[in-house]
């Protein structure tokens, strides 16, 4: 049974930060790239960071570009997201997710495997 475990949301206040873990299980995911997606309620989800197989190619969009890192530990199968100066607009439930390819991937349709999300509220 595979599995994507998030942890690390919270409540924070503005400026704080968090770092959100992803443990996977079942199965490695060390020849897949990965990526961390929000979803803020009455918004569609979206990309945060993308990461690929090896963490030398990783993607951020403009929103968060410069306050978030997406890394890996392929030896502990985790995926971690570095969360700094976090404003209210990040309030969202945060997702991880695995691509079937190698590469990183800003399209949703190419992530196979999900986690059930963790919330991040962040204060102002």
């Known amino acids: 049974h595979v599995q994507l475990v998030e942890s690390g949301g919270g409540l924070v206040q503005a400026g704080g930060s968090l770092r959100l873990s992803c443990a996977a299980s079942?199965?490695?995911?060390?020849?897949?790239?990965m990526g961390w997606f929000r979803q803020a309620p009455g918004k569609e989800r979206e990309l945060v960071a993308a990461?690929?197989?090896?963490?030398?190619?990783?993607y951020y969009p403009p929103s968060v570009k410069g306050r978030f890192t997406i890394s890996r530990d392929n030896a502990k199968n985790t995926l971690y997201l570095q969360m700094n100066g976090l404003i209210p607009e990040d309030t969202a439930s945060y997702y991880c997710?695995?691509?079937?390819?190698?590469?990183?991937?800003?399209?949703?349709?190419?992530?196979?495997?999900w986690g059930q999300g963790t919330q991040v509220t962040v204060s102002s």
């Open positions: 990461i690929s197989w090896n963490g030398r190619s990783t």
């Open positions: 997710a695995a691509a079937r390819g190698s590469a990183y991937n800003t399209e949703q349709s190419a992530y196979g495997y």
């Open positions: 079942g199965r490695t995911f060390l020849n897949n790239g």
